[in-house]
């Protein structure tokens, strides 16, 4: 029965820091405030050059009155890679080809500082403002041709937003952000920058 301590030990933290989440703060529980993003992928500094459509989705428990903690979910398109076409009898540059696209997906923590969510100590509502967000986490950077996947890649990345949220009632808001994500390990995708519309509901 001792040799199953240690398996219990990476769960029975986690269970901790969820509580600690929760009901941290004002030291009553509160449910998270979710944010959903949705824009464009741009100023990629890999191989590819197009862009696409960039996701972002975070879970976030209220810790201190002005900022919060939970996890996020992610997924960028960054178009296709682009190369040059030589002619193969002369060498003569013919212009850019399309090659492979890249898509990358991942999930992990998530950090955000805001301006104060509650008008009084009895009063919960969604955050109103600018805020900063952090995240990092798991990537999985994939290349796929004609519906094929030929690259898979498995990195650690990091994201850094920021962005003005509206409340919209007491319970929702709307606002724009721009993300900025690194991704390592994978050389045809870096760094890139993304910039959306975000809805927020608590």
């Known amino acids: ?6 398996a219990r030990a990476p769960a029975g933290a986690l269970v901790a820091l969820a509580a600690l989440l929760v009901t941290a ?14 824009g ?14 960039a996701f972002q989705l975070t879970g976030l428990w209220p810790v201190r009155r002005t900022w919060s903690a939970g996890v996020g979910l992610w997924a960028d398109d960054l178009g296709e890679e682009s190369a040059e076409l030589h002619d193969p009898s002369t060498g003569a540059a013919l212009g850019p080809v399309g090659g492979p696209a890249i898509f ?10 805001h301006r104060t969510t509650r008008d009084s100590a009895a009063t919960l509502r969604p955050p ?5 967000l952090g995240t990092a986490g798991y990537h999985r950077a994939s290349h796929t041709e004609n519906g094929s996947i030929i690259r898979r890649q498995d990195t650690f990345g990091f994201g850094l937003s920021g962005g003005w949220r509206l409340a919209v009632g ?4 709307i606002g724009v952000v721009v993300r900025y994500s690194r991704v390592f390990a994978d050389p045809l995708l870096g760094r890139y920058v993304s910039a959306g519309l975000e809805l927020t509901w608590r």
């Open 170 to 173: 007491r319970r929702a808001g």
């Open 104 to 113: 990358t997906f991942g999930a992990g923590w998530a950090l955000e500082v």
């Open 128 to 132: 109103h403002g600018p805020f900063l």
């Open 25 to 38: 703060g004002e030291g009553r529980a509160a449910g998270p405030a979710l944010a959903l993003s949705w």
């Open 40 to 53: 464009r992928s741009f100023a990629i500094q890999g191989a590819a050059d197009e862009g696409g459509g």
């Open 1 to 6: 029965m001792g040799c199953l301590a240690p």
